[in-house]
């Protein structure tokens, strides 16, 4: 009896059986499931940033700009939705406008504009992120 008890088990072949491969499948899709959400948090993560990056980027070329107009400029007028500056760079007197325009500030002068767009970077669809009011010392 041993002899064919021995004889029948190596007659059958080594494998797998469907109940390990349904185990294995459902593991692989769990874990395939949380590296998927968590490279999405990152990839989230990382376009946030960015978008802060250029925010802060972008205002610090309007500070630099309006920083370096006020230093050259003769008088300040202030407008009902910003101000002009009155300038003398070149000889010519000239003016430069800053108005405020919804969620932008544009800048002209002699001609030429330049916009100024500012949005909270974090939050789809935000309001203006500051406000620009005039104070009387």
Excluded: H
């Amino acid at each position: 009896m041993k002899a064919e008890n021995d004889r029948l088990q190596s007659n059958r072949k080594a494998g797998v059986t469907l109940v390990e491969v349904a185990v294995v499948v459902c593991i692989t899709a769990i874990l395939s499931g949380v590296i998927y959400r968590m490279f999405g948090q990152q990839v989230d993560q990382v376009n946030n940033n960015s978008k802060s990056s250029q925010y802060y980027m972008d205002l610090g070329v309007f500070t630099e700009t309006l920083k370096n107009d006020l230093a050259m400029s003769k008088a300040v007028q202030s407008n009902p939705d910003g101000m002009s500056l009155l300038v003398n760079p070149d000889g010519n007197p000239g003016s430069i406008t800053y108005s405020l325009q919804g969620n932008k500030i544009a800048r002209e002068f002699r001609g030429l504009e330049k916009i100024f767009r500012f949005t909270n970077p974090n939050q789809k669809e935000s309001p203006f992120i500051f406000r620009i009011e005039e104070v009387n010392p």
